[in-house]
């Protein structure tokens, strides 16, 4: 961290308020979370303030005297397992004398011991208790962006663990302890306090970004159909009459920004209402009830087409989503000719089908079998290099570097590396993986090819799988935006498109890459 730039942004108007605002030893500790929540508005929207007031409470009156918080104060990750497998919420309130009194019914346990899935959700209103109360625990804030959290730490150059792979729902509540682990080594090797610390994550990292945001979707690679319940509705119905026709959407993991997103309301109203776009990838939150979400963009109308026209179509009553009711409808897949015949039946309602985006479709190529990481780099990707003009001897592959005193990192591709000893430089790295459709796979490959490209002082790192590559531009500090990527295509588009090959060319041909 830069401590020159750190201390410039602590002494301005904005780092002073936001490190007060963060300051855990405030008299008033719902006023604090009150500014807290409204300073994360710009992220996550309006936020329901007395929603996660009621939460606060909740844990407040239940926590303290379980028996389940370490008396001295000192947090290990034991101790957090056994609170998040014991604790529970039960209805409460208080009385005019400021006594907490707890309903005895059975309708007052609110949250019972094993719902982890329910606990994981409340991590973030958890972690205001646990940060007004410890001094380990951090807010962690922004439950549908994520995401954020992500960049922000990637500027500073906090790494955080990867994110759990797991249907146990108990190994999200265990990732919030490993990410205050890594807060607080980052807190401590720069001497912050713990309101510092926070201020330094969700607002000064936010300065440190030159962010150039891509306007321009990607073509369409995917179609996916998901449902939109009556609380969507009103969203939904002011499509073309509010300026900010974006949102937030639960989605299946493997959406791609450029998607096409067939949004279709569920009862009472039973029909097809909009086609969107896939503003964002997949953003996997571990601590939203959602796992999965995208922001939906550039809507557009269809006509009505009902559940039963869907149901009497002579095409679409043979889907399988159609003859399971549309049941479990969030994120399905359409395939191209699926979409093709969607497009017809809105010809037919009347529809202008020149309106709505067109599934791209790649040039049919044949790799061969693909089963190993291996695969991935002979079969796909060092033919396209050799195209770009490299030799073998450019790169260097599985390459052994010295990280610290005993750690050793190995990046998958380095090209043209320097240095006699321990490589101290390389222009380009690219670390390939054998499937990232999966957004936690993603995150985490970009995370470690960002953390070859640093130790390397790399200008663009790229990731692939056997389905697409990434690339990613590095500035001179190290930071990447994970969420603007300099190219992404699919593999099938690359070679298949001379337009597509022609750019790849231009950003990392051979004598651009030997050149920097």
Request: hydrophobic residues 35%; aromatic residues 12%; glycine residues 6%.
């Amino acid at each position: 961290m830069n401590k020159q730039m750190w201390n410039l942004y602590k002494e301005s108007d904005r780092g002073k308020k936001c490190i007060e605002m963060f300051n855990p030893e405030t008299e008033n500790i719902y006023d604090g979370i009150k500014a807290i929540l409204n300073f994360s508005e710009k992220w996550e929207g309006k936020t329901d303030i007395n929603g996660w007031m009621n939460l606060n409470f909740l844990f407040d009156a239940n926590l303290p005297d379980s028996g389940l918080l370490p008396e001295d104060g000192n947090w290990t990750r034991e101790k957090f397992n056994h609170l998040i497998e014991k604790y529970q919420l039960i209805e409460a309130a208080e009385d005019k004398d400021g006594k907490i009194k707890f309903y005895n019914d059975t309708k007052s346990l609110l949250l019972p011991k094993n719902r982890y899935r329910q606990k994981a959700a409340l991590i973030p209103s958890m972690s205001f208790f646990l940060f007004y109360s410890y001094t380990f625990f951090k807010p962690l804030l922004l439950p549908t962006h994520f995401y954020v959290i992500q960049c922000n730490c990637d500027t500073l150059g906090i790494e955080l663990p990867p994110i759990p792979r797991s249907k146990d729902y108990k190994a999200y509540l265990m990732y919030y302890y490993d990410i205050c682990s890594a807060w607080n080594d980052f807190q401590k090797e720069n001497e912050l306090t713990d309101a510092e610390c926070c201020a330094c994550i969700y607002d000064y990292a936010t300065l440190l970004q030159d962010v150039h945001e891509n306007k321009e979707l990607p073509k369409p690679t995917n179609v996916w159909i998901t449902g939109a319940s009556e609380e969507d509705f009103i969203f939904l119905d002011s499509l073309g009459k509010d300026e900010n026709d974006t949102h937030i959407w639960a989605c299946n993991e493997c959406t791609r920004r450029g998607d096409i997103i067939v949004i279709y309301c569920i009862s009472p109203r039973s029909y097809i209402h909009s086609i969107w776009r896939a503003n964002s990838g997949g953003m996997f939150n571990p601590f939203d009830y959602y796992h999965c979400r995208t922001t939906i963009c550039n809507g557009i109308l269809t006509p009505h087409i009902s559940f039963k026209d869907l149901k009497t179509d002579p095409y679409f009553a043979d889907i399988p989503i159609v003859r399971k009711n549309l049941q479990g409808i969030n994120g399905i897949e359409l395939n191209a000719t699926d979409y093709s015949e969607l497009l017809r039946m809105i010809q037919e309602k009347g529809g202008n089908t020149e309106l709505y985006p067109k599934l791209f479709n790649g040039k049919a190529m044949d790799f061969g079998e693909i089963h190993l990481e291996k695969d991935v780099e002979e079969k796909i990707l060092i033919p396209i290099l050799k195209l770009l003009g490299y030799r073998e001897e450019d790169w260097t592959r599985q390459l052994s570097q010295k990280a610290g005193r005993r750690l050793k990192a190995i990046p998958d591709f380095v090209f043209f590396p320097k240095g006699e000893r321990h490589f101290a430089s390389a222009p380009m790295v690219i670390e390939a993986k054998l499937d990232m459709s999966l957004v936690t796979e993603q995150q985490n490959a970009f995370s470690q090819g960002l953390s070859y490209a640093k130790m390397l002082r790399s200008s663009i790192m790229g990731i692939c799988d056997k389905e697409r590559l990434i690339l990613y531009q590095i500035d001179k500090n190290g930071i990447a935006d994970r969420n603007s990527p300099l190219f992404e295509e699919h593999w099938l588009s690359i070679y298949g498109n001379a337009e597509v090959g022609a750019k790849l060319n231009h950003l990392i041909g051979r004598e651009v890459i030997a050149s920097i």
